[in-house]
């Protein structure tokens, strides 16, 4: 019986090649300069097609079958029914060589237990049609990628950080002139490896890949207020294309962020995991805006990202391509982050109490907070054991710096905010340390919500914990704003204390949920005809607006205002503004288009009104600059899971945060 078997699986073996022996795969060109450029993938010999046939993306090249780190359906392209077709992909350097693989796969052999996060099912590779050969990438392992800026603990620095593919020597030169970069710092470079990861699949073959070496420099003894431009790399390995900051002045009071949370990013190919193609929006915007400044003379601004910030869930190539998509912002703009649940939340994290049992599950895909804490480097040195024996602790938990007039502080709801802990200490002494002359205004930020209306059942603990313990921190000591993310859309609450309005900021702060960046899922608010049985969570008076668009916000502030806006992601226009003065008075609504004190001469922010009234010039240029990386993604590609032929794949879109 067994030679008989063997004899029919080497027969069926032997009329399958023979089969798919004429099918063809190439692309061009060859190689790439830098992520984000664009290979087409052609195939032609494919006989009886199905429309499940698939294209499989494979980094490193000798990766098994099912080790794919994204695919797409041959059906995206129009004429796949005659055999033959292509695919535009722009592709993220990875530090490796990519090869592509052509699958047969019918109806017939889906497997229901084998399905992507969504609970699609993922393709099968039992027939393999053709494979590529290697694409690289000019540069190889050597160009430095992922440039982002920080701001450190001394106001007169800037911090920027890059990954390469090896650990060799690199720096940063920097100066006042492009064409004279003569300041030149060493950068430390840092790296992880796969048994620092706690769990499936970020330990897994599956999802680990080699993420190249985190490099960290500080440009020192800058002028305050001053465009500096700089690029990173070294001679011997290449250097970096030249970018431009502006310098933090101690001696303004002008403040300007983008703030959100909750944004990840999109793949122009289908993966393991749902890919976030609202973010793309959100970074056009932000990019419009920051255009914007530019017109106006040097104005320096920060982006704030309050948790969940690549989505990877533990497939390690989704933090290359989150990075990728956010570079053009944060290699102008220090982008400053705060850990969420899905950078951080494992199964046997060092602080689970027993109240937190159904809070914290294994949100990070078994990262368990090592990538988020070696590819940022926050102000401060928070820290806690990731409860491993060996791999880096986890940084980046709680810190605070002053803009302006704002004294920004980030706290961290994944680990001890409870009274008598580490990080409860900080933020007492932060709080009743701040100089209200200076800085008259104080925004705290986080990941979870201590006020929303999307009630979920999982995270009512931690918010009656925060009410406990956090909440009095805040009334005491005069917090002006108070920013969550979590929940996927945004929600501003009245100025309020112990869930009752007040009439001023003092002693009520003011909360806000600004998690509409870009994750899909969303809560529930309205009923829907075909889910009777999914809870309604109506708006309660303290609750002044709640909004579904995607977006951000934008806060501009001096030493008598600071203003809030809710910018939409479908049309760049705001749909809600909060005026908070630092007299008391929180004024909401109103007139806020370009005739408002928003974009007031006598505010030093004049550019709001050209951002505002005039964003479509603006929008030309900007979209100018970013048709490689975003159109390509959005129409060449097909983006998303739901995006197949006939709607084949669609999102299961839960209430998951």
């Not at 695919?87 to 497997?111: A, D, G, K, M, V």
């Not at 979870?448 to 005491?476: C, N, Q, W």
Request: net charge negative; aromatic share 12%; proline share 5%.
């Amino acid at each position: 019986m067994i030679a008989v078997n063997s004899f029919f699986f080497f027969f069926s073996f032997l009329f399958v090649s023979s089969v798919y022996s004429k099918v063809t795969i190439s692309f061009s060109p060859q190689t790439l300069n830098r992520s984000g450029d664009t290979v087409v993938i052609k195939w032609s010999g494919v006989e009886s097609p199905s429309d499940l046939d698939w294209l499989g993306i494979y980094s490193p090249p000798e990766s098994p079958h099912d080790h794919f780190i994204g695919y797409k359906f041959l059906s995206d392209s129009p004429d796949w029914k005659s055999g033959s077709g292509s695919i535009s992909l722009p592709l993220t350097n990875l530090r490796s060589n990519y090869s592509f693989r052509i699958f047969h796969w019918t109806q017939s052999e889906i497997n229901p237990k084998h399905n992507d996060h969504d609970h699609n099912p993922l393709p099968g590779t039992r027939h393999l049609l053709a494979e590529s050969n290697r694409l690289t990438f000019r540069s190889g392992l050597n160009r430095p990628e992922q440039i982002h800026l920080g701001l450190t603990d001394l106001v007169n620095e800037m911090r920027v950080m890059f990954v390469t593919g090896d650990g060799e020597e690199r720096s940063a030169r920097y100066g006042e002139a492009k064409e004279r970069l003569d300041n030149v710092v060493l950068a430390r470079g840092v790296t992880y490896e796969k048994e620092h990861m706690c769990h499936a699949p970020a330990n897994s073959t599956i999802g680990w890949r080699d993420p190249g070496w985190t490099f960290d420099a500080v440009m020192k003894h800058l002028k305050p207020g001053i465009k500096y431009h700089y690029q990173v790399g070294s001679d011997s390995k290449g250097w970096s294309e030249i970018h431009s900051f502006v310098s933090r002045n101690e001696n303004s009071d002008q403040t300007l962020a983008f703030m959100f949370g909750d944004m990840g990013c999109s793949t122009p190919y289908r993966t393991f995991i749902r890919g976030e193609d609202e973010s793309l929006s959100t970074v056009k915007w932000i990019l419009r805006d920051i255009e914007a400044l530019g017109d106006y003379g040097n104005k320096a601004a920060i982006v704030s990202h309050i948790g969940d910030i690549s989505y990877a869930r533990g497939y390690s190539w989704i933090w290359d391509e989150f990075f990728a998509q956010i570079e053009p912002i944060a290699s102008q703009i220090p982008y400053h982050v705060c850990i969420g649940n899905h950078e951080y939340d494992w199964p046997m994290q060092p602080w689970k109490p027993d109240w937190a049992a159904y809070v914290y599950g294994k949100d990070s895909g078994g990262e368990c907070g090592v990538p988020y804490s070696v590819k940022f480097n926050m102000p401060g040195n928070s820290s806690e054991a990731t409860g491993m024996v060996t791999g880096p602790q986890s940084r980046n938990l709680y810190y605070s710096y002053d803009m302006g007039s704002v004294h920004f502080v980030y706290i961290s709801t994944e680990t001890d905010f409870l009274k008598g802990g580490k990080q409860y200490g900080f933020i007492k002494s932060d709080l009743e340390s701040v100089n209200r002359s200076k800085t008259p205004f104080v925004v705290v930020q986080g990941h979870r919500p201590m006020y929303t209306t999307s009630t979920k059942v999982r995270d009512t603990a931690i918010r009656l914990k925060m009410l406990e313990h956090l909440e009095p921190l805040f009334v005491r000591n005069n917090v002006t704003v108070a920013l969550w993310g979590h929940v996927h859309r945004y929600e501003r609450f009245c100025p309020i204390s112990n869930n009752t309005c007040g009439e001023r900021w003092q002693g009520s702060p003011v909360h806000l949920v600004i998690g509409m960046a870009g994750q899909e899922t969303q809560p529930i608010w309205e009923p829907r005809p075909d889910h009777p049985d999914v809870p309604i969570f109506p708006q309660p008076v303290r609750s002044m607006y709640r909004g579904g668009e995607f977006g951000y916000t934008r806060l501009v502030a001096n030493k008598e205002r600071l203003t809030l806006s809710y910018v939409g992601n479908h049309d760049g226009e705001v749909h809600d503004v909060v005026e908070i003065l630092a007299s008391g008075e929180v004024v909401s609504g109103g007139d806020y288009g370009k005739d408002s004190n928003l974009g007031s001469e006598s505010d030093g922010f004049a550019f709001l009104w050209y951002v505002e009234g005039a964003s479509v010039m603006v929008l030309g240029v900007v979209l100018g600059y970013f048709i490689g990386f975003l159109s390509r993604r959005k129409r060449e590609s097909g983006t998303g899971t739901g995006s197949s032929n006939n709607g084949r794949w669609i999102p299961v879109k839960n209430e998951e945060t």
